[in-house]
């Protein structure tokens, strides 16, 4: 079956330390991955995407993820962390197959503490 | 500016009652879907439609209803008939379903069922 899992729920990190969130799709999935973030009560917000060429996608608010297709995994980072990117984060892709549908992982909240 | 609204934000519904939450979007996009956030679960997508007077099912359709009379309008009615309606609503559009595009979020309705 098609997924994306995201292995970490709550990520706690201090403020200004480097910080990664974990993400793995099955192989059903299309290399069409995208991270998005959430705050409080509101809506997602794309972060970045990858469709094709550079494996290395650079997003906004500072983040970057890069994608390994040997180990399908599309992991996200940042080298420095604010309290203001605590929120909860989304991996998704789009399943291949005629059924095209955005699949999303369970989330991560990350905590940036002081 | 161009975006999506969902109305309302916060909304509060006795057991029995059916309630619609309403979405526009002013983006001109042909796609447009309701999703449904439990905590830990991610997203679900309950219903999807690619163009005017056409709609699909998602995969947890039963309990909700929608319509598309109007590209700009996705309303989706929550019915007596779903069994645990309390959760958070979130409605997104694309330029077209299954392209390698982003889905743009509206700010979401929280239900709870009293």
């Known amino acids: 079956a098609q997924s994306v899992t995201q292995l970490d729920s709550q990520v706690p990190v201090f403020e200004e330390a480097p910080v990664e969130l974990r993400c793995n799709y099955s192989?059903?999935?299309?290399?069409?991955l995208f991270w998005y973030v959430q705050y409080p009560n509101q809506g997602l917000q794309l972060l970045l995407k990858?469709?094709?060429?550079?494996?290395l996608v650079k997003g906004i608010n500072g983040f970057e993820a890069e994608f390994n297709k040997s180990q399908t995994s599309f992991h996200l980072r940042k080298p420095s962390v604010h309290i203001s990117d605590t929120a909860e984060y989304f991996c998704a892709g789009i399943s291949s197959g005629s059924a095209r549908q955005l699949t999303f992982g369970s989330g991560t909240q990350l905590t940036v503490l002081p | 500016d161009g975006g999506i609204t969902q109305s309302p934000k916060y909304l509060f519904r006795k057991e029995g009652q059916n309630v619609t939450l309403s979405c526009e979007q002013n983006l001109n996009h042909d796609a447009m879907y309701w999703y449904r956030q439990d905590p830990g679960q991610g997203l679900r997508l309950i219903y999807y439609s690619q163009i005017v007077n056409d709609f699909q099912k998602g995969d947890i359709a039963e309990g909700y209803s929608v319509s598309r009379e109007k590209k700009e309008s996705f309303p989706l009615t929550v019915t007596s008939a779903q069994k645990n309606p309390t959760a958070f609503y979130l409605c997104?559009?694309?330029?077209?379903?299954?392209?390698?595009?982003?889905?743009?979020f509206g700010e979401g309705s929280r239900l709870t069922v009293l």
């Open positions: 990858y469709l094709s060429g550079s494996t």
């Open positions: 997104a559009s694309s330029i077209s379903r299954g392209d390698t595009g982003e889905l743009f």
């Open positions: 192989s059903s999935v299309s290399v069409y």
